[in-house]
């Protein structure tokens, strides 16, 4: 694939890619590092993408899997020698909007407190993912990404309502 081609579908998706990269790392240099990681698995392997699913659902799986990954890992890559200059691939640094509303925070710090099957879960349904694309994406089965869903939704009002 061209570069400029791959830069356009990473443009795309950038929300996508930022939002993963904020609910798996909580501080800047740590998403840096997750973003570089995730980038450069999507370089690698877009040869692979076979076009049974949307892109975004791709990138999303890719994505979700890097972080699981190198969230289990909990260590520092070393440097490999890359194809391409990763630099072009950076994403613009997202302004947080200090004026954010309250219960927006909360809700990211409940969700934040989910394991990380939860949370990926949760995410995928916050943007709008079918259960099937959810399934494909982390491997489940659609029953169980319906039940997980719900049984998360519920524990999310429970811990909502108490602050």
């Known amino acids: 694939m061209e570069k400029e081609k791959f830069i356009e579908i990473i443009s795309t998706n950038k929300n996508l890619l930022y939002k ?6 909580q501080n800047s240099s740590d998403r840096k590092d997750l973003e570089q990681e995730i980038l450069m698995q999507l370089w690698k392997n877009i040869k692979n ?9 791709w990138i999303y799986k890719v994505a979700l899997n890097t972080a699981i ?8 890559r070393i440097d490999k020698p890359n194809e ?11 302004e947080y909007d200090s004026e954010l509303d309250e219960k927006i925070k909360i809700l990211r710090k409940l969700i934040n407190g989910l394991t990380k099957l939860d949370k990926a879960l949760i995410l995928l349904y916050l943007d709008s993912f079918k259960q099937k694309e959810i399934s494909e994406i982390l491997g489940i089965s659609e029953t169980n990404v319906a039940t997980k869903i719900s049984r998360i939704k519920t524990n999310l009002k429970e811990k909502f309502s108490n602050y």
């Open 84 to 94: 391409i200059d990763c630099s072009i691939f950076s994403l613009p640094d997202f």
């Open 49 to 57: 993408f076979d076009g049974r699913v949307k892109i975004s659902t």
């Open 69 to 76: 990954s190198n969230y289990r890992k909990d260590c520092k």
């Open 20 to 25: 993963i990269c904020n609910s798996y790392c």
